[in-house]
Each structure stands twice: as structure tokens, then as C-alpha cells.
């Protein structure tokens, strides 16, 4: 199984009707490309996990890459991972509206993924954290 991991900045803050229809999108996409993943974001930052056949991860990345919605893209981890992590899930969407803690939100997503990747999804919510405490 293919997997990769990107963080982004919107180019804008977008509205809450903004973000679900580009989780809608996102996800009628991955439907068909047969990925699935997360999403998680706190209005300043987004992260994404994606996993599925490599060539349609890839797309779906370089489909990113080009997208004027998104800027400071950096693909954190690319490779391959034993299972998927996110089964079921064309794409789960994590909102964190600043006044809770990014990371026990993600905490409950992540409790069935293998332990490497759990930790790397919680790293970036506690990062998140820090940085909204200030």
C-alpha cells in the first residue's frame, strides 16, 4: 500500500461552507481513485494522509500541487505502508475551530493506525497546538 503525507497552507481563510465542499470534492475524487485517507485542518495549516494504488496517489498530489487553493506545499512522506490505515474512509476530515485541542481530536481518528503513523499525525496536531497557544 502506497501512502503520502503533505502539509499546506490555504492561500486565503476560507469559510466553514468552503471547506466541506472542498472535503466533498476531495472525497468523490478519492471514491473514484480508490484512495482513502485524512484531512486535518486548523484554518492556518492543512495535513493530509493519502493511501491507495501510487500512480492515483501521485496524481491526486501533483492535482494539489497545482491547485491556487493551496501554497507552501511540502510532502513530508511518501513511501509504502503495510496495511491501510484509513479503510472505509475516502476522506476523513478533521476541523479544529481553535478553541479545543487539535491533537485529542486527531487522538480519535488515529486509533486504529499503525504506531509510526499515528505518531506522525499527532506530532503535527501537537505543533499545531503549540503554535495557537502562542
Known amino acids: 500500500m502506497y501512502c503520502l503525507v503533505y502539509i499546506s497552507s490555504p492561500t486565503r481563510e476560507m469559510s466553514d461552507h468552503e471547506v466541506h465542499d472542498l472535503w466533498?470534492?476531495?472525497?468523490?475524487?478519492?471514491?473514484?481513485?480508490?484512495?482513502?485517507?485524512?484531512l486535518i485542518h486548523d484554518r492556518g495549516r492543512y495535513l493530509q494522509y493519502l493511501e491507495g494504488d501510487?500512480?492515483?496517489?501521485e496524481a491526486t498530489f501533483a492535482r494539489i500541487s497545482m491547485d491556487p487553493k493551496h501554497r507552501a506545499i511540502i510532502r513530508v512522506?511518501?513511501?509504502?505502508t503495510s496495511r491501510r490505515q484509513f479503510p472505509g474512509w475516502a476522506l476523513a476530515s478533521k476541523s479544529n475551530p481553535g478553541d479545543r485541542s487539535l491533537?485529542?481530536?486527531?487522538?480519535?481518528?488515529?486509533?486504529g493506525?499503525?504506531?509510526?503513523?499515528?505518531?506522525?499525525?499527532?506530532?503535527f496536531a501537537e505543533a499545531r497546538d503549540r503554535v495557537a497557544a502562542g
Open 24 to 38: 466533498r470534492r476531495a472525497k468523490i475524487n478519492n471514491d473514484r481513485d480508490g484512495i482513502t485517507g485524512i
Open 54 to 57: 501510487e500512480a492515483k496517489v
Open 77 to 80: 512522506h511518501g513511501g509504502t
Open 103 to 111: 491533537r485529542d481530536s486527531v487522538e480519535r481518528l488515529v486509533q
Open 113 to 123: 493506525c499503525d504506531r509510526e503513523v499515528a505518531e506522525e499525525l499527532l506530532k
